[in-house]
């Protein structure tokens, strides 16, 4: 369990503050229901990242597929690609010039994917050199559908396990940043070269500094088992087709994060506990100690505090300690934060005051970046500041504290205005997006929870409240959006929370109940 207390070590600068604050302990919590799973990373006791996956909406990324070309741009040098689901992908030139690979070429004998290796190319060819319309492909999903947009796309299959990602397409050697140490890393570098087919391409991941030879070999030869039966299915399967899925949040969050920097990792479904085990008695042994199984009245998210932080990041203003402020605006086209000094008033000049609020603004703007998923151009207007030195010790300390994100990030400095400019990759929906629809009484000027969430949220307060209270029968009072969502696509969750609690539910339909709210009455 999270401990009771921990010391933090004096830093000897700020930017070695952070450092220690992000490395000190991290508690992987998994809450798994039969509707949705939630992953929750808490670093130091906060909040730090969290992943949802509702079982009716499944993520896609990773997942490849065999899809056939709708529409070649030559204008934007991209193409549409059909791969079963509601909107088609898109596939950008750089990322189809993959199908010329000789590895991808084993599709091709006798097989309708045969492709044609450029010749005397002066330049990267065009979308029309390389794909026509009816051509099938197989293709990965690179970034999840998002708003109206479709799946991008890829050509240049990864495929990752706990220590390694093949890149069966790609002739190329690579070791995680986090292992720093030059003489490690090429020793790695050497081992994988001695063991790797010729063309093809490896990433060592950060768990696998430490690793023998034939745990190593016995990876590599998984995923290349791996990428033959992608290849032999592609064969056989029409387009557009899904070839193979990757592992569902639970397996990825445990593959991806599970290590031993983690302080334990706590999951409170008995099955997926066991589940958990297994995977660790396979993969990674000397972790299974570090797994926890959850059995308490009180909801796990809630005894860590995380269910009250997951509501929070879905605000637009976030309040610092110091009593300033950042509001969040996330727009269209990018992401705006604004730092204000709020009800702090400072204890010495005005210059100090303006230059803490930034500096613990920096912190927490880091921290809500990853928490609430945001991508794409974001512009943070501090409170200006005419200190150089200021300037620049806010710059260091931001850079310092986006270091352990894990997705690419490009910070430029303070410009005149005092506004940092950045870009952060987005590979998927921000929390936001998962959680919130648009207001059926505002026109979609502002958000709500969704219809589902609520209905979840009411799961929850079921859930937790079953062991407590008496009674066999439970009346549910909604709004007739959320009672419709309850008896029709939620039905099934219904039955299974019935079965789980043995109590019998009555949805009542409240006309003129706001759609957030809702009552749990108890019966005998």
Known sequence: MRPDSYVIPCPESEADRIRLGTTMYTDILINATSYENRIALVEN????????ERLSEKGLIGNVYLGRVVRVLPGIDAAFVDIGLERTGFLYVDEALYVFSENYQRLAPGHKLKQTLPINFPNTPTIDK???????????????PIGSKGARLTCNITLPCRNLVFM?????????????????????????????????GFIMRTVAENIGNDELEADMEFLMQLWDEILTKAKKTPAPCLIYKDLDIILRAVRDFFTEHINELVIDCKEVYEQL??????????LQDKITYYDNDLPLF???????????????????????????EPTEALTVIDVNTGRYVGATDLAETIFKTNMEAVREIARQLRLRNLGGII????????NEQHREELYTVFQEAMRDDKSKVNILKLSEFGLVQMTRKRLSESLT????????????DGFIKSRRAICHEIYRKITRDARKIGGSHVTIKVHPHIAEMLLNEESYNIEQLEHKTEKRFTIIPIPDMHIKRYDVIWNE
């Not at 190329?172 to 010729?198: A, M, N, W």
């Not at 648009?438 to 979609?444: E, T």
């Open 168 to 200: 069966p397409l790609t002739d190329h050697i690579g070791i995680s940043r986090k292992i720093e140490d030059e003489v490690t890393r090429q020793q790695l570098r050497d081992k994988i070269e001695v063991l790797r087919p010729p063309g093809t």
């Open 277 to 286: 085990l297994s995977y660790a008695k396979t993969f990674a042994p000397q």
């Open 45 to 52: 006791g906060n909040l730090r990242e969290f992943y949802l």
């Open 302 to 328: 809630e005894c860590y505090g995380v269910e009250a932080d997951i509501n929070s990041a879905l605000d637009k203003k976030v309040w610092l300690r110091s009593g300033g402020y950042i509001v969040i």
């Open 130 to 144: 390389i794909l026509h319309e009816g051509q099938e492909i197989l293709v990965q999903i690179a970034k999840e």
């Open 379 to 386: 512009i943070i207007d501090f409170i200006d500041m005419d």
């Open 433 to 444: 997006q998962m959680m919130c629809e648009p207001c059926l009484y505002c026109g979609g």
